[in-house]
């Protein structure tokens, strides 16, 4: 079927802005948890959340962050609505859509930065949208133009943006932006929707800085646990809703098991492919002594970051006009438990929006603990270092490139 020309396109002229009466305060970027906060509300919406929140406090402790959020609502006779900002409140649904009762849900996850000319910057977001297309396309959500969606985003940073102007010490604030788009049609059937929402709402966060992140993780490999989290013909390789809920438990084991994250392994070799939700990479010295860096490959099994692209492409950039070799490529455990028994194993580190780059310390696969860094045991490895120096340099704009895209160049607020 294709889509008729009545049906309306997306279109961030036709946006329409209600700005939220009160404002709050921009948080010390130290004190923020990682997607804890969000709204600026009224008190009854204060109170309603106390009780969503249960034991989790911190929640609405720190609830009065952010202050709008973006609307757009679809369906299949007149296409996409009017894009609207109004300030951050719940939103209705009937109880028997597709995406409470099917997962009939995909978001996104992307970063805004504050630029030393104080220009608030997205990073590579064109790629977050296209991955949203594509993960919608999978679960038969309606797809969008994603230069239009773009405009929408930059006037919610543009509206919020002194939340990217807080600074203490070495401490830079960043705002993260999750895009939602979910089944909202009414009906049991297992079909696709005839309306949808898409929604973006923003939150504050801090630099990411934990012992975890300077010391490195331990993993999991997920054959310990008889789990997975995808497989050849599934859907593991789009950021859709049904692929996280499942992952819960199993992280709640390795975590029991005295481990940070789960390293999803497959197949009866046991190829790594993530850990938790950010992809990995692996430095060895070949056999032939020269450097190696090698990441799954992006084959349906894992989901194509896009700073694992980044990585990617500043590796081929950089190192291999050092004589290094970059690839993409299947790695097992065996191998990796290999090259560490021969001191062949440099370094590993997994990367994602959140926190850039994570050093891996080891990891428990079977009875074996297979240690990642070599003689130096833990701590942040050299080219993740690197990694995150190169990166974050593009992100907060202190060298201009074609990444780092300025929010007012695509149209300010109406
Ligand atoms: C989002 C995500 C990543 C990281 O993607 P980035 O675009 O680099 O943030 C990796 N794995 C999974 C499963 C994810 O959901």
Redesign the pocket.
Known sequence: MTVGSYRRRLDASKLVVTRSKVLSEAHNPTDLKFGKHFTGMSPQYLDFLLFLSGPNLSITANATDIDHMLLIKWNLNSGWCDPEIVPYQPIALDPSCGSLNYAISCFE?MKAYLSPQNAPLLFRPL??LR?MNSSAERIALPTFDVNELLKCIASLVELDKRFLNVKRGTKRGSLYLRPNLIGTSPGLGVGPPTSALLYVIASPVGEYFSSASTAGISLLASSNLGAT?SWYGGA?NR?IAA??APTIMPQLQAERLGCQQVLWVMERDCRIT?A????LFVVLRGEDERSVLITPPVDGM????????SVLSLARERLEGRGWEVVERIITMAELRDAAKDERLIEMFC????AVVVPVKEIVWGECVVSCRGEENSGMGEIAGLMKSWIEKRQYGQERHEWSVETVSLGGVN
Do not use: Q
């Not at 938790?276 to 992809?279: P, R």
């Not at 894992?302 to 692209?309: A, Q, V, Y």
């Open positions: 996850g790629d977050n991955r989290r593991g950021k692929n996280y993530e938790g939700t950010t992809n894992i989901l194509p970051g896009i700073i694992r692209d990367t994602g929006t959140a």
